[in-house]
């Protein structure tokens, strides 16, 4: 009883964007905050929600794993295009697998875990744009195997906001004979490193709109994603399912900032823990005519979070 979107990957996989986030704007009734300050790159919302941080309200999953940041901010830097296999948009809050964690509803990215065959995907374009993207996949019986690299550099639009990151992810699964039963592990690395090109007047945007302030010369920063998970799946009965994921995120962010000439440089850093298990069950009892679903589940989420602040020596 509530709004669902599903965006296929004929519609994402040739797309150019500098942070996966962007491919977000495709999706009717979701809506992108766009930052564009180095390693800060945006954030989305929906349900006329704000899309600043200032309240927590959608859930970001890949392949069901959590992906949101301590602050709420939705953390998908690691993802690149051509891996995703779809994207479903659930908006409200009449989606009951995630709770208050979903205020304005919840935003689930698939990505390919048992794709057979290979991709590949090798752009340039302006402002000294750069990419390469590739996908490959092989199975032998019930094993399958799936493995992604990306790269992607560019000097930037505005002076001073100049970009490199690059990912890899492996996912490994093997499959029961009857296919009754599935156990995986999946893998994700991703490195990120950015300049900054800080905050102009609406007045400078208008006149000189690719300009960088003096004092944002050093602004800048650097993020480091590692993403482990194990996926378990099984067809307990006809009408029983079953699914459970354990996973691990660590997300380190060390960040150089100046808001105006007038006050310092500041130097952030974030280290963050994200750890949890996920345990879901479906039962579809046969009923005729009459279609019925029951859903239940836990999930146990447990974060270790270190924010720090100082005044740069370049103050």
Known sequence: MTSVTV????????????????????????YLTDFNQGII????SMR???????????????????????DGYNDLGAVFPLEIERVEVVKGTADPRHGFNAVAGSLNLQTYQSFVGQ??????????TFEAQGLAGFRSGGFSQTYFAGYRHTDGYRDHSELSKHSFAGKW?????????????????????ADAPG???RAEA?????????FSNTDGGTMENQQFSLHGDTQITPELTASAKLYRHDSLR???????ATVAQQERVADEAHEGAILTTRWKPATGSLPMVVDAGVEFHSQDVLCLLYTSDAA
């Open 199 to 201: 905050y102009i007047t």
């Open 206 to 214: 208008a006149t000189t709109p690719t300009a960088s302030p003096a």
């Open 119 to 128: 991709k590949l995907k090798v752009m340039a374009g302006d402002f000294g």
């Open 48 to 70: 006329g929600f704000n899309g600043e941080g200032s309240s927590p309200h959608l859930r970001l999953l890949v392949d069901g794993v959590p992906h949101n940041l301590n």
């Open 173 to 193: 699964f093997y499959s029961g004979r009857d296919d009754r039963w599935r156990i995986g592990l999946s893998a994700r690395i991703h490195e990120f490193e």
């Open 254 to 260: 060390h960040r150089y900032v100046r808001f105006t």
């Open 41 to 44: 790159t945006a954030d989305v």
């Open 7 to 30: 965006i296929g990957a004929d519609q994402l996989e040739n797309e150019s964007v500098d942070y996966p986030l962007e491919l977000l704007n495709k999706i009717p009734g979701v």
